[in-house]
């Protein structure tokens, strides 16, 4: 507003035609020049002061602490046995009910295993690699616990994982696995292999990316949980995430160890017998 009532002022001296006439009592200068010194210095402190009020403002913004992120909402078509926390903490996301697809393998005993054959069950399905040291274990804990958390409806459950390892593929490989992490406590257990053309198609089919630069490197993959309903729907999808007690390297070492705060373990076992329990029931 300043600016503007300035810019509006007559200069009785340029209207007069008198550009360089001395102001009584001035200092020898014309008197257009002072009234345009003047306009400058008043423009000038104005600028002052508004750059002055714009920096204390942004001062004032970039100290004021930004407020605290709230909740994560909840994820659509989420069971309501399923609280929000643990449908976040799980990434749990619900499937649109598309037939799951298909596929014929060979489990831990050598027997040849199709997914059809599991109809009428509930199918919590994994991909894991025998040689794994940080997420697999975890998995296989979590696994295990949810089978005894089912209680009654644990025959109902069929608990299976797709190899991810195309370099270990034999049945011993994932029998060895199988056994020293106590899956084979659980009556409805299969970890499935086979030629790698055929895991490869599995891997396709559920969206799991699998890198394996070499036989001794880490098997990359992205892990992932299917629900499989009793017709053989997919219904549910979570994603497991650990810590590490060291960072990664290329190669598998003893040190390198996969861990998750006791009650995440136990959150996620609830979750996973919940989820099964819901297709179950």
């Known amino acids: 507003m300043m600016r503007l009532r300035l810019a509006r002022e007559r200069d009785p001296d340029r209207e007069a035609g008198d550009g360089g006439q001395e102001v009584p009592g001035g200092h020898g200068e014309p008197a257009g020049r002072n009234r345009r010194w003047a306009r400058l210095v008043m423009l000038l402190g104005l600028a002052g002061v508004l750059g002055a009020g714009v920096a204390s403002a942004a001062f004032a913004l970039a100290g004021t602490p930004h407020p605290a992120p709230g909740p994560l909402p909840r994820p659509v ?122 895991l490869s198609a599995v891997w396709r089919g559920y969206q799991v990316d699998v890198r394996a630069p070499d036989p001794g490197g880490d098997i990359i993959h992205n892990s992932s949980i299917y629900f499989i309903d009793r017709d053989g729907r997919e219904r549910y999808l979570a994603v497991p995430e650990v810590s590490y007690t060291k960072p990664r390297y290329a190669y598998h070492t003893s040190g390198e160890t996969g861990y998750l705060p006791v009650g995440q373990m136990t959150d996620w076992t609830r979750g996973i017998a919940a989820l099964a329990r819901d297709l179950a029931g």
């Open 77 to 198: 078509g989420i069971p309501a046995s399923i609280s929000t926390r643990l449908a976040n903490l799980m990434q749990l996301s619900a499937l649109p009910r598309r037939a799951a697809p298909g596929f014929t393998l060979t489990d831990q005993d050598g027997r040849s295993v199709s997914l059809s054959s599991f109809r009428g069950k509930v199918v919590v399905l994994e991909f894991m690699d025998p040689h794994c040291t940080d997420i697999c274990p975890i998995v296989s804990q979590e696994f295990v616990d949810a089978y005894h958390d089912l209680g009654p409806l644990a025959s109902k459950v069929v608990f299976a994982a797709v190899n991810v390892n195309k370099y270990f593929r034999s049945v011993q490989a994932v029998a060895a696995f199988s056994a020293e992490h106590g899956l084979t406590t659980i009556p409805g257990w299969h970890f499935l292999t086979g030629p790698t053309a055929a």
